[in-house]
């Protein structure tokens, strides 16, 4: 898996981290990511899927007013990362085609509709099928040049980039997947 302390800490770009890295190795690290999220799912029962973790610093600025203090459940968490990890694949191969990137690609699972494991695990291997998939799309021969900037602390992202900004949201999330399990299981005892 890729490591982005260095983005983190400012000391790297995400063109920096994306430079050198083939078609080939998104295959591959979008595999290791998914395997890694259903590693950390891999002993969860039904009743984990809703339980509702403790978070004291839950702050979701994006999404419904009502909802920016609520703990997220590790159905949520699922669809919230695979959605962003989705939509950095789509807006990945518009710029592997050479075509300007306009707007947004995403589209959220209902997080309320996920209440079992076998739908968490079906999101997650649903979301690998869909991200490699458009990277199956992408031509022999990607517009590597055409970049362009989704926020200013991104800077200018090729494909590559724009499609490893996705896992990057992913790895922001594993702790907080790890930390809902943990929780989850105590609650079990």
């Known amino acids: 898996m890729l490591d982005f302390n260095a983005v ?8 920096d981290v994306a430079a050198g890295l083939t078609k080939a190795d998104l295959y591959q690290l979008t595999n290791e990511m998914i395997d890694v999220m259903q590693g ?4 969860a029962v039904d009743a984990d899927v809703a339980f509702v973790p403790v978070d004291p610093n839950a702050n979701d600025t994006f999404g419904k007013p009502e909802e920016s203090t609520l703990a997220w ?3 949520h968490v699922v669809v919230h990362a695979t959605a962003s990890s989705e939509e950095a694949a789509a ?10 990137v306009e707007g947004r690609s995403r589209y959220e699972t209902p997080w309320e509709s ?3 494991i076998a739908q968490v695990r079906q999101r997650l291997e649903e979301s690998r099928r869909m991200r490699q998939a458009m990277l199956d799309a992408w031509p022999d021969e ?3 040049d055409i970049t362009y900037s989704p926020f200013p602390q991104a800077g200018e992202l090729n494909a590559v980039g724009r499609f490893i900004l996705g896992l990057y949201h992913d790895a922001d999330h594993l702790d907080q997947l790890r930390e809902i399990m943990r929780q989850a299981s105590a609650a079990r005892v």
């Open 8 to 15: 983190k800490s400012g000391s790297q770009s995400f063109a």
């Open 73 to 75: 459940t590790l159905g």
């Open 40 to 43: 950390i799912v891999i002993d």
């Open 142 to 144: 990607p517009h590597l």
């Open 114 to 116: 996920v209440t079992s």
């Open 91 to 100: 807006l990945a191969l518009v710029l592997a085609r050479g075509l300007p």
